[in-house]
């Protein structure tokens, strides 16, 4: 009997495939053939006692990858740690036990917890494919989680990974649902929170629809992607931080999944409340604020709605032992004057340096959400919202900011664009309303949130009387094609901002 070398030396390919393992080998690869590997065959990678399963790619054009070795993505070099010298055994990996799973909930059958544990089992281990994730979270997509599946689902989110433990200390936390471009409440509500003496140690992810997550803004100003200890070493100081949950393993298939989510362009109310309410759990917080924005454009769009969200938030909420408050706020119209990263982070920092011109609706958002927060707190139930502004006005909050920053690995101020273009008002009258959706979409084709420097900039606000000609919005853009891209879309989207009334 012929052994058959199924070895290969490794190279780094230094290509950042954002949590995707991925190997490349040349389509004349003795191993490729020996395997019968093809392009997008799931590998395993075997180096000492450590593997990856990875994803193949196959080089046509070998010049760049010598013979005798594979290339490693810059996620699967992070797993398998080569040394110089070092080669790697690639095999045929066994077929994942949560594939049945999934193919069940894709035709339509009720899951229990330890199916969607062995799923989310094989999304940490890299055991599925893209196509894999892409028909779970589709199976999962609209109203195709029970409440059971979602309580099911949040659990085996949260136990895949680690759970802070605070003592007995209340540890406090708020989060948005989303759909409403420049609503960075985060980043005022957080330091005014911990200006108050209270814990919130609040973990952000990127954007998954959005041209900003909250990670995204406060990367602009700061560090985000904290270690546990880093974490801990921050709320221990300052009584709060804003990291990016992505870098911590607390719900650590969450960022596995918004990946697929993100060029899926949806998410689901059964797959929001899992990704939130896991991560709040597993950040160790006992009482948390949930916003749920609604309006016409925004991700809730009716009373009915947001309703059917919260019954699920309250309900797995209960389940997992979390205390909620729920807040509907108006989702109408963008909040501030900034979409996008860097723009964003302007306007946060406009408010907490009480800036004469910071937007007045981003403020008042923040201090409704700061104030109900600290009416859940014993030393300032009843007056929380009082109490917050007085921390606002008297700078205590952008103290407590900036000392956050500062922890975090340091401050810095947020840039503009190079380039800009602005759009104008086609018509004479009311400004009645402004598409959220649209907005959102002009912003990312301008490059946010990839761009941190990209986005847009109102100029304009709902009720006002506009002119024909006047200045309705300023794109933002890092390049001249992403500019013009952006401008082209937004003018030919007649509705983007809804004039009315002719004169």
């Keep these: 009997m012929t052994n058959i070398d199924n070895t290969l030396a490794l190279s780094r390919a230094g290509i950042d495939t954002y949590r995707q393992p991925i190997v490349f080998m040349r389509e004349d690869c003795h191993v490729c053939r020996a395997e019968g590997f093809a392009a997008l065959t799931r590998v395993e990678v075997s180096l000492g006692d450590r593997s990856v399963i990875a994803t193949l790619n196959v080089v046509t054009n070998g010049g760049w990858l010598p013979e005798d070795t594979a290339a490693l993505s810059e996620e699967a070099w992070a797993v398998l740690r080569p040394e110089p010298g070092d080669r790697a055994t690639f095999t045929h990996p066994e077929p994942p036990d949560s594939v049945s799973a999934i193919r069940a909930k894709v035709y339509g059958e009720a899951l229990e917890q330890d199916r969607f544990e062995a799923i989310i089992r094989d999304v940490l281990d890299h055991r599925l494919s893209d196509l894999d994730l892409a028909a779970f979270i589709t199976a999962c997509a609209g109203d195709r989680l029970s409440i059971a599946e979602t309580v099911a689902l949040t659990h085996a989110m949260q136990a895949a990974g680690e759970t802070l433990d605070w003592g007995d200390a209340e540890i406090y936390d708020k989060h948005c649902v989303g759909g409403l471009p420049g609503n960075r409440t985060t980043p005022i509500v957080v330091p005014i929170i911990a200006a108050a003496g209270l814990m919130i140690p609040k973990t952000s992810s990127r954007a998954i629809t959005s041209p ?292």
């Design 212 to 503: 900003a997550g909250t990670a995204d803004t406060m990367e602009v100003m700061a560090p985000v992607s904290l270690d546990i200890p880093t974490l801990r070493r921050v709320v221990e100081a300052e009584g709060g931080c804003i990291a990016w949950g992505g870098k911590i393993a607390l719900s650590p298939a969450d960022d596995v999944l918004i990946r697929i989510e993100r060029p899926l362009d949806f998410d689901s109310d059964g797959q929001l409340v899992a990704s939130v309410l896991s991560k709040k759990a597993a950040v160790g917080a006992t009482r948390v604020l949930i916003d749920v924005p609604v309006g016409p454009t925004a991700k809730v769009r009716s009373a009915k709605a947001a309703q059917e969200l919260e019954r699920r938030l309250r309900t797995v909420g209960e389940a997992i032992g979390l205390t909620l408050t729920i807040h509907q706020s108006d989702g109408t119209a963008p909040v501030g004057r900034g979409v996008g990263p860097s723009l964003e982070a302007q306007d946060v920092l406009a408010v907490l340096r009480r800036d004469e011109y910071a937007p007045a609706d981003l403020r008042e958002r923040a201090l409704d959400l700061a104030g109900a927060l600290l009416d859940l707190a014993p030393r300032t139930r009843g007056r929380g919202r009082t109490a917050a502004a007085q921390l606002l006005d008297s700078g205590a909050a952008e103290a407590k900011f900036m000392a956050i920053c500062e922890a975090q690995g340091g401050f810095r101020e947020p840039r503009e664009a190079r380039y800009h273009a602005v759009v104008t008002a086609p018509a004479a009258g009311r400004l009645t309303m402004i598409d959220n959706r649209r907005i959102a979409r002009t912003a990312k084709l301008a490059g946010a949130p990839r761009q941190k420097l990209a986005g847009l900039r109102l100029l304009v606000q709902v009720g006002d009387r506009i002119d024909v000609g006047r200045p309705l919005f300023e794109i933002h853009a890092e390049t001249l094609g992403e500019l013009e891209y952006a401008r082209s879309y937004a003018e030919a989207q007649a509705d983007i901002c809804m004039i009315e009334d002719g004169g």
